[in-house]
Each structure stands twice: as C-alpha cells, then as structure tokens.
C-alpha cells in the first residue's frame, strides 16, 4: 500500500549526482502528485478548520459584498436583514461625493514611497551581516527591533517623539532648524511615511538575507578569482540572486502597507488630518464614526478589488505544490 | 552552473579552506564601508529605542519639554501606570484573548496541514491559494460585517458578543488560522517522511501517525504558528478598539486610549506613555527573542516557500 508514497524523487535521491544534474532532471514532474497519498484519506481533519474559516471568513466576505448593496445606516443595522437594496447606488456615492479616490492615491502612493525607500536599506543590512563577525548575532537582533515592537506601541513613540515641543522638534531648534507640524498639515503624510519606513524595513532585510544565503561559496571563489572589484560583484554577481526574494517582498510590503491600519490611527487618530486619510482610515470613520455603514462596505471592497491586483500576481508566482522534504 | 542546481548540493561542499581566507573570500564590501553601514543602520533602529527607556525613566514634565537625556531619573512612571492606564486588567484581557487564539489556532492549524501535505484531494491547490490570499484580507473589509454578526447575535439569539472576550477571540481566528495553517504547511513539507512510512508499514493508522510522527516532530512548527497567532492578536488595535468595553479593552486599545486622554491633559504625562508602551511590548519582544532561531525562519514563512 505505501507504493504511491515510496517512489524515488527526482533531486533528492541522487545527491552525488551534484551540479550535472541540474538542468534536466529536478523541476519537471512528469506526474505532479507524485507522493501524496490518495487513499484512506483523513479528510475529516479538515472539517474543524474549513468549518471554522467558513464561518468566520467566507461568511463575513459574503455579508461584507451584500451590505455594500444596501441602503444601511445606524438605524437599519439591526433589521439588516430588510435593508432596502439600493444596487451599485454606494459605490456611485464613494466614487462620485466621498475622499475615496483621494485615498485611494494616498494609500498607493504612501504604500510605494515606503516600500521603495525600505529595499535598499533591507538589502544594505542584509549585506552587512553576511559575513560572520563578533558581535553580528547582536546586530541582527537590533535589525529586528522594529519588526518585532508592536506597531501600536512603534506610533506611540514617535507620536510622542513628534508632537510640537517633543523631543525632534527641539532638537531640529537645537541645530537652527525649524520643525513645524508633524501630526498635522502637509508634513503627516511624511510622518506617516517615515514611520512606516522606520517599521517596515527588517521584513525586506529577512528576506534579502533568506536570498543572500543561497549564493554558493563558488560563485565568490569565482569572482574573487575573476578579481572582480566588490560593487560590481555586488551589482552583477551578488544582486541577481536577491532578484526573486525582494519582488516578493516588493509585493508582500506594499499589500502590508496598504492594509496598515494600526499605523495612521495611532499615529493621528480617527479622523485623521485629511492628508493621511488612507484607505482603512476612511473605511473605518464611515463605518464606526459617520456611521454610513453602507457606503464604507462599497469602500471596502473596492479596497479588496485594489490590494487583489498584487496579491494575484504574489499567488501565481509562489509556488503552492512543492512537496519534496528536507530543503526549506 | 544553473541557480537551482547551486542550490541541493549545498552540505556537500565543505571544502577545506582555511577560515579567514574563506572570509575574504566571501566579503561583500570593503570593511570600512561594513562598519558605516552597520553603525549607521543601528542608530537609525537604536535611538528611538533609547528614547522610549530614556523618557520613561524621566518625569511627565521632563518628557513634555523635550529632554532627551532626563535631568533626574525615577521609576516613577513604572508605578503610576497600573492606576493610570488600568494595564493589569487590560494586560490581562490581552493574554487571555491572544493566548486562546495561539491554542486554538495551533491545534487546528496542524491536523488541517496534515492533511493539505500528504494527501491528495480535489481543491487542495484551491485551499492553499486560499490560505495565502486570505492574509492579504483587509481587517477594515472584514470589521463591519463581523460586527453586524455579532450585534446579529445579541438581536436574534439574545447573546452578547460585542464587548466580550469571546467576539474578539473569534475574530482574532479570523486572520490566525490561515496564517496558522500556511506556517505549518511549510514546516511538515520540510519534514521526511521516512519516519511516516515505516510506521505505516507497522499498521499505523493515519491519526496514529499524526499524533506518534508528526506531532512530536513538528514542535518548533507548532510553536511558531502559535506565537505569531498570539502576536496577531497581541498588536490588533482595529477589532479591538470596535468590539471591547473599558473592562475588556486589550492593552493595545488602553494604550491608545490613554495616549488620546494624555494630549487633552493639563499635564501632558508623556513619561507614564512610554512606560506602559514599553511594558506592553515585553511580552512581544521577550517571547520573541526566547524563541528567535524558529521565528526568523517563520517570519518569512508565507512568502519564499
């Protein structure tokens, strides 16, 4: 009975095979579920979970579609039942009478500056703690810092840090410069970039670092061979291997950055000042705030239809079937 | 040599190079150069750190003026802020909701990957999409119509769930199990099944190789994907600030709401906010660095695998 499961692997079996291997054998599975048991299946063990996530996911995203189509306010919420459906009239009202394109720019445009800002320095740290030293287990832990702080507690600080007497505003005095607003006005949108920038950038030093460590000790015998000078090692040897790793997190950054609601709310409360009204902010203040209910749920999915543009291009590009073990 | 082909092969060459030669070798950049970066990324990280300790070692006005270095230290802050902010109470309602969510999310995490690794069933590629987009989720999309639900709930059924523990722990389930359940796909694709077959092979059934194999194996999996359930739940400011009261606010709402009270204050008590905002994060940063070897990994677990 364990036939299905004892066949020999394509790459795995055959380490002594090296290098020659390579380009033919592996990646091609002639019968892709190869491996995986087709019989006496415990299919059961999934009915907690699905059932689970059936209820507390696909249920509220249905609900969620539904309520963006219906008329529904502080006082038909409880009857939201016999809402009277009023069609695409909410998203008419979100694109036509509300700030949702403003946000729509704001959170694009907010999400973007940070990710691009936060590659080089992710790749730039990720650089510096390649080489083993005393003292890197130390430096990559402080590289985590921010990663690891909770955000809530990461707006409180530089909340703190940024209000007008605060601790950046005196030392901008201190050195002949003036500070300003930072929590309001046109700067905020900058304070909101900067501090997510400040969070956002070790989650791109991982992944760097995760790509940095799938260069061969070869390819830098190689080149140091080739006497090649560092930057264009660094550029034409060293950079293509981060190529995979950091579109990824390209992606995965700008969808988290979108979808940062925690950030902005602590940072400038709700409602926020309206140059860093981002999406979630505005989705939030019509629903809990304004109390249009109706109309924030047309807000939100039009929020789901732009963060699904990335995400469709992150799930056709990660590969969901591996099933080999032993390599990550 | 082809990309893929570098990368298998990776335990067998060892070769006997001496260390610091190996070290030239491999160096990306000039060491100077290293030592810039390295000092000025640190400062970039360390100084806002030092002044959340600074500051909550310093007094209200102090902090309020914008002292740096705190012209007399004190603990007083420490001791303030458990009348001030209520933080036990809301500490407390944080452990226990995130402490659910991590339990209940881990055990069903595992027995669903189990099943999504080794074995083939119709939509398995579906559910896995599924578990990586349904990360991607917007809390806000997901917010209004869990609160409808559950104001639903207290309607129809006569229940309450908003203000509980109970409505946000559900809907703490809602980003943790899918989250949960990738993080463990990735750790027991990782595992070898050697083990599995030759305990088939002596008449295990299915559910006695989850619980003999797998589970014991699969500790470090385990406690990933419950510490990263708990973190959801641990830094959540949006389901929070929606579904609790004063006596079931989490720490992350108490902190926000004591921050909004502080500005509308006489006395701004800047010092008392960034003791408790430190105490909140210990618990985060202390499991964190415990168990730092399997998260990093785990960190980037939905993404590269």
Redo the contacts between chains.
């Keep these: 009975m364990a036939s299905s499961v004892t066949e020999p692997r394509p790459s795995d079996s055959s380490p002594a095979a090296g290098a020659a291997a390579g380009p033919g054998t592996p990646e091609t599975h002639p019968k892709r579920r190869k491996g995986l048991s087709e019989r006496n299946r415990p299919l059961w063990l999934l009915i907690p979970g699905g059932l689970l996530m059936t209820i507390v996911i696909l249920v509220p995203l249905a609900m969620g579609i539904w309520m963006s189509l219906i008329d529904l306010d502080q006082y038909t919420l409880r009857q939201w039942v016999s809402a009277e459906f009023i069609g695409i009239q909410n998203y008419i009202e979100a694109a036509m009478s509300s700030d949702l394109l403003r946000s729509i720019w704001l959170s694009v445009s907010f999400a973007v500056i940070s990710t691009v800002v936060t590659i080089p320095l992710g790749v730039a740290a990720a650089v510096v703690t390649q080489n083993a030293y005393r003292g890197r287990a130390l430096v990559r832990s402080i590289f985590l810092i921010p990663y690891v702080l909770p955000s809530f507690v990461v707006a409180s600080v530089w909340r703190t840090m940024l209000q007008p007497d605060g601790i950046v505003n005196v030392t901008l005095n201190n050195m002949g410069m003036d500070g300003g607003l930072w929590l309001n006005g046109p700067n905020a949108y900058w304070t909101l970039v900067w501090v997510e920038i400040w969070a956002a950038w070790p989650f791109i030093y991982l992944l760097a670092l995760s790509g940095l460590q799938a260069v061969d000790h070869e390819v830098h015998e190689a080149s140091a061979l080739d006497g090649a000078l560092w930057w264009n090692k660094l550029r034409y040897v060293i950079f293509p291997y981060l190529k995979g790793p950091v579109s990824l997190a390209f992606l995965l950054a700008t969808l988290n950055h979108i979808n940062n609601f925690t950030l902005p709310y602590v940072l400038f409360g709700a409602p926020a000042p309206s140059d860093v009204n981002v999406l979630p902010i505005l989705v939030y203040v019509t629903s809990f705030q304004s109390f249009r209910f109706g109309l924030s749920a047309a807000m939100a999915v039009v929020s789901l239809i732009l963060i699904a543009i990335p995400l469709f291009i992150y799930l056709r590009a990660v590969r969901l079937d591996v099933h080999e073990g032993g390599k990550k | 040599?082809?990309?893929?082909?570098?990368?298998?092969?990776?335990?067998?060459?060892k070769?006997p190079?001496r260390r610091d030669a190996?070290?030239?070798?491999?160096?990306?950049?000039?060491r100077p150069l290293?030592a810039i970066?390295?000092v000025l990324?640190?400062a970039?990280?360390?100084t806002?750190?030092a002044?959340?300790f600074l500051?909550s070692l310093n007094t209200d006005v102090g902090?309020?003026?914008?002292?740096?270095w705190p012209s007399s230290f004190s603990l007083d802050s420490y001791s303030k802020i458990w009348d001030s902010v209520g933080l036990a109470k809301a500490i407390g309602n944080s452990l226990i909701v995130s402490g659910a969510t991590a339990v209940v999310s881990a055990i069903?995490?595992i027995?669903?990957a189990?099943?999504?690794?080794?074995?083939?069933?119709w939509g398995r590629?579906t559910v896995?999409?599924g578990l990586?987009?349904?990360q991607?989720?917007?809390?806000?999309?997901?917010?209004?119509?869990?609160?409808?639900?559950f104001?639903?709930a207290g309607?129809y059924l006569g229940v309450t769930v908003i203000g509980t523990l109970w409505g946000l722990f559900?809907?703490y389930?809602?980003f943790a199990?899918?989250f949960s359940?990738w993080v463990m796909v990735t750790y027991l694709?990782?595992?070898?099944?050697e083990l599995?077959?030759a305990a088939?092979?002596d008449g295990a059934s299915?559910?006695g190789i989850?619980f003999r194999i797998i589970i014991p194996l699969s500790w470090p999996g385990i406690i990933v994907s419950a510490i990263f359930a708990f973190?959801l739940g641990?830094?959540?400011?949006?389901f929070a600030?929606?579904f609790t009261r004063p006596d079931t606010h989490t720490a992350?709402v108490a902190?926000?709401v004591f921050?909004?009270a502080v500005?509308g204050g006489a006395i701004?008590v800047?010092s008392q906010?960034?003791a408790a905002?430190?105490v909140?994060?210990a618990p985060?940063?202390v499991l964190?660095?415990m168990f730092?070897k399997y998260l990093?990994?785990g960190?980037?677990a939905?993404?590269?695998?």
């Design positions: 040599m082809t990309l893929d082909a570098a990368n298998p092969i990776e335990q067998q060459k070769q190079i190996a070290l030239e070798v491999t160096r990306l950049m000039p290293l970066l390295t990324l640190c970039l990280v360390l806002p750190i002044y959340i500051a902090v309020a003026s914008g002292e740096f069903m995490a027995g669903t189990y099943v999504l690794v080794r074995f083939s069933f590629l896995l999409r990586l987009g349904l991607s989720i917007p809390g806000t999309l997901m917010l209004l119509p869990v609160f409808v639900l104001s639903s309607t559900i809907a389930l809602t199990l899918p359940t694709r990782g595992l070898p099944r599995e077959e088939r092979i299915n559910i989850l973190l641990w830094n959540d400011v949006l600030s929606v992350a902190l926000q921050a909004s500005e701004p800047y906010l960034m905002a430190l909140c994060a985060v940063v964190y660095f730092q990093v990994g960190l980037t939905g993404s590269v695998k």
